[in-house]
């Protein structure tokens, strides 16, 4: 089942803004990943964060996880127009061998 | 290396045809994985593999059949095509634990199921 879900399902900014997306998962974890996907496109990962981890950087993203609350957050500083994509967290679940369980993303929109 | 390819693009079936949707990667990647995404519900796993003859049902595996002959290839056939199987089809391979299950996605094939 999906275990991650993002918050919020859509976000629209202007280009230089921050955008922060939020995702919250349900199960013990042993790490934490974000996605992004372009239209019509497949997903690309992006970053991933261990649990026992609390931050971690990747050029203009940045990832935090707080295993006490089950959540993560992803921010992208300095937005352009290219960051204009859907974004998914991503578990590793105990019940589906070496798959990973998304959540529904998060739209995110970067109007110049 | 081309990673993970997938055949066809876009198909469009009759109610009861059936066919198979291609995936190879050239990664060496242990593990595959076939996901469905449709508008508003995520991407949800059907099939998985955890290498060469070795395969499992994922959260929505009815309706689809998987086999894994080699450590490259791992093909998704439909069996009687429904429409409730139009969606849009992923597969993904990962080099499992050590590299935490980071997936790598091919580029899709649209399915209509009319």
């Known amino acids: 089942s999906q275990q991650g879900e993002e918050d919020p399902q859509a976000l629209s900014i202007q280009e230089g803004e921050n955008a922060t997306m939020n995702c919250s998962y349900k199960?013990?974890?042993?790490?934490l990943q974000w996605y992004r996907q372009n239209s019509g496109r497949g997903l690309v990962h992006l970053i991933l964060?261990?649990?026992?981890?609390r931050e971690k950087h990747s050029g203009r993203l940045r990832v935090t996880l707080d295993t006490s609350k089950k959540s993560s957050s992803l921010l992208i500083t300095a937005s352009r127009a290219a960051d204009t994509a859907s974004y998914f967290c991503?578990?590793?679940?105990?019940?589906?061998?070496?798959?990973?369980?998304f959540g529904k993303g998060t739209s995110l929109l970067v109007t110049p | 290396n081309a990673g993970v390819t997938q055949t066809p693009k876009f198909q469009v079936l009759k109610t009861g045809q059936s066919m198979t949707l291609q995936c190879a990667q050239d990664?060496?990647?242990?593990?595959m994985s076939w996901y469905r995404q449709d508008p508003g519900m995520g991407l949800r796993l059907i099939h998985y593999?955890?290498?060469?003859?070795?395969?499992d049902q994922g959260e929505v595996p009815n309706g689809y059949n998987v086999s894994r002959s080699t450590t490259e290839d791992f093909p998704l056939r439909l069996l009687s095509a429904a429409p409730s199987q139009t969606s849009v089809y992923f597969c993904?391979?990962?080099?499992?634990?050590?590299?935490?299950?980071?997936?790598?996605f091919g580029p899709g094939t649209r399915l209509l199921v009319l």
């Open positions: 993904a391979s990962s080099q499992g634990l050590a590299a935490g299950r980071t997936q790598y």
């Open positions: 199960t013990s974890i042993n790490n």
């Open positions: 964060i261990r649990s026992n981890e």
């Open positions: 991503a578990t590793d679940g105990s019940n589906s061998g070496y798959a990973l369980n």
């Open positions: 990664m060496n990647h242990e593990y």
């Open positions: 593999s955890v290498g060469a003859g070795i395969t």
